[in-house]
């Protein structure tokens, strides 16, 4: 809890008054990689309206998915409900889109403009099975309002 509540102190800190929401995406991605443990990925899919998919975005870790249509997978299924997704397992999940051989949980957050539009996800993915429990699940919403609440003031 108690290092739950300084990397949500260290991204409002850090993301205050930042005008550019790529350099908020990319340190935002940095800070959650280096602060939360058993993490393989962390970064984002933004929101491609015109193509009606995510596209992606500034992240930590191995090569990934360049393009996820809305609805597949747990980013595309995230992104298109606006509801958080958990998954224990990924070999478990029907339709899971699988960039890195090395993933076995995933918690994916929808980035929701002030407005109610879509702008994207936050993605992280685990070497680990049933990574994410109720705490990170809790401290990566609040990540992802601070995030958006950045995004929505440099923009």
């Known amino acids: 809890m108690k290092n739950d509540q300084l990397l949500l102190s260290q991204l409002t800190s850090l ?3 930042e005008p550019s929401p790529l350099a908020i995406l990319a340190n935002a991605s940095a800070l ?9 990925w962390a970064g984002f899919y ?25 609805g597949t997978g747990v980013c595309g299924i995230a992104a298109q409900t606006q509801t958080t997704q958990v998954v224990a397992d990924v070999s478990q999940y029907p339709g899971y889109i699988s960039c890195d051989a090395a993933a076995r949980s ?19 993915d685990a070497p680990v099975l049933d990574r994410f429990d109720d705490q990170l699940f809790a401290c990566m919403t609040a990540a992802a309002a601070i995030i958006m609440k950045a995004i929505d003031e440099a923009t």
């Open 15 to 17: 993301l205050a008054g």
């Open 32 to 40: 959650i990689n280096q602060s939360v443990s058993q993490l393989n």
């Open 46 to 70: 933004l929101y491609d309206q015109a193509n009606n998919e995510l596209v992606l975005g500034p992240f930590q870790g191995q090569v990934a998915c360049m393009h996820i249509k809305m």
């Open 106 to 124: 995933e918690l994916v957050v929808p980035l929701v403009k002030s407005n109610g539009e879509l702008y994207g996800v936050l993605d992280l």
